[in-house]
């Protein structure tokens, strides 16, 4: 089949999760021709009634000051808050093999919260309505990228479902398995982490309080994450788990009935926050670290994690995506404005220089958090209680390391 006129564009954006829909979203403005492709459907419009106290989605980000900034200027962050959120404003770190910890707040740091646990299916849900009442960017979903290729100025993406879409540059948004990346052969670096992660959501005996916590143990770290059940105070008693762990580790965890898995729960977080009574269902997914030698190439660009992949234990991931969606977004509109092609080299390179370094400097950081805590040694146990507890009697460098997560200005 040959491409129509009709799907022909200046962008294309595959994937459609927060960071594909947040890129889509920036260029609505650009005066660009912008289409979004996604393998699924899309998604429906889902009320705040159909969201009962037992059907929280497994999967949430904990969105940080700049992504919640990035969403307040598209315009979607009232929808998000109009459905359930939790604003967390303390959190509880410690090592299980000792006495170190550091507790972060939002008082002490005099910012009105620490950062937002949402659902990922709100959020996308929210942007995806943002586009459609916009109405600029043209959606092909379901839609599956079966192949690419360059033929003079356009990329020409044949999908499954026997389509041919053509493009000035393609936006690679689609995960950390990117397809996208992989037809152009971008050279990765990975390794695995050799650690799996177990995500669910619990209903706890006690409150959670707005209170994040994140216990580091020789097998992996476990967070428990803060949820509300509706937009407003709501049931505190609900918190999303993300626990990483050795494979086999956590393939017993997966295996374990419900009662049983909430009673090694309640152990391995020391009753934080009382007995575990309920848990929903477990989902268990790899953990490995890729980062792209380039972001782009030709006119093929990455974004979020199709560039970079990370450990979840400080939950940096989709920050990072977004940031580079803005990024992204504001040197194609400069170089937009200087006269230059969308897929214009300068324009790339500019978005490389804005974001790698960043991201590099976040995954060496988790890199580091990740073998310090799972050395076994006598010695390292030690320092690393040390460095915990001398860290939190040291307000200055916990309010440097508490803002750099938040997305502040140190």
């Not at 419900?258 to 790899?286: H, I, M, N, Q, W």
């Not at 940096?316 to 992204?328: I, P, R």
Request: glycine letters at 6%; a neutral charge; proline letters at 3%.
């Amino acid at each position: 089949m040959k491409p129509s006129k009709k799907n022909d564009f200046d962008v294309i954006v595959v994937g459609a999760g927060m960071v594909g829909l947040t890129v889509a979203s920036l260029l609505q403005d650009s005066q660009l021709r912008v289409a979004l492709v996604d393998k699924n459907q899309v998604p429906t419009e889902t009320k705040a009634d159909e969201h009962d106290q037992m059907k929280f989605d497994a999967r949430v980000s904990a969105l940080n000051a700049s992504s919640r900034e990035i969403f307040m200027q598209l315009g979607v962050w009232n929808l998000i808050e109009k459905e359930r959120h939790c604003d967390f404003h303390k959190m509880h770190v410690w090592d299980a093999d000792g006495t170190g910890s550091i507790m972060f707040s939002a008082d002490d740091l005099a910012v009105p919260r620490l950062g937002t646990i949402v659902e990922n299916s709100l959020v996308v849900d929210a942007l995806m309505q943002h586009l459609k009442w916009k109405g600029d960017v043209e959606l092909f979903c379901p839609c599956s990228v079966t192949s690419l290729n360059e033929f003079d100025d356009w990329i020409t993406l044949n999908t499954a479902e026997r389509r041919v879409l053509r493009a000035k540059l393609v936006i690679a948004a689609d995960g950390a398995n990117s397809k996208i990346r992989e037809f152009s052969k971008f050279r990765v670096r990975e390794w695995e982490y050799n650690h799996h992660a177990i995500v669910a959501t619990v209903r706890t005996e006690m409150p959670h309080q707005k209170t994040a916590l994140q216990r580091f143990m020789p097998t992996g770290p476990i967070a428990l994450l803060p949820l509300s059940s509706d937009a407003g105070v709501g049931c505190q008693e609900y918190s999303s788990i993300v626990w990483s762990a050795e494979p086999s580790y956590a393939q017993s965890l997966i295996n374990l009935s419900d009662k049983d898995f909430c009673r090694e729960l309640t152990k391995c977080s020391e009753a934080s926050f009382g007995e575990v009574t309920y848990c929903g269902p477990r989902y268990l997914f790899p953990l490995r670290q890729r980062h792209s030698v380039n972001y782009s190439k030709s006119r093929v660009v990455l974004v979020g994690d199709a560039a970079h992949s990370i450990h979840p234990l400080a939950g940096q991931g989709v920050n990072l995506g977004l940031l580079d969606a803005e990024a992204l977004s504001k040197e194609i509109k400069r170089g937009l404005s200087a006269g230059r092609e969308v897929s214009d080299p300068v324009i790339m390179n500019r978005y490389q220089r804005a974001r790698k370094v960043d991201n590099l400097g976040m995954m060496a950081l988790m890199e580091g958090f990740k073998r310090v805590f799972e050395a076994d040694t006598l010695a390292v146990r030690w320092l690393r209680n040390f460095g915990m507890s001398s860290i939190n009697d040291l307000r200055s460098v916990k309010k440097f390391l508490a803002r750099r997560a938040m997305g502040l200005d140190s």
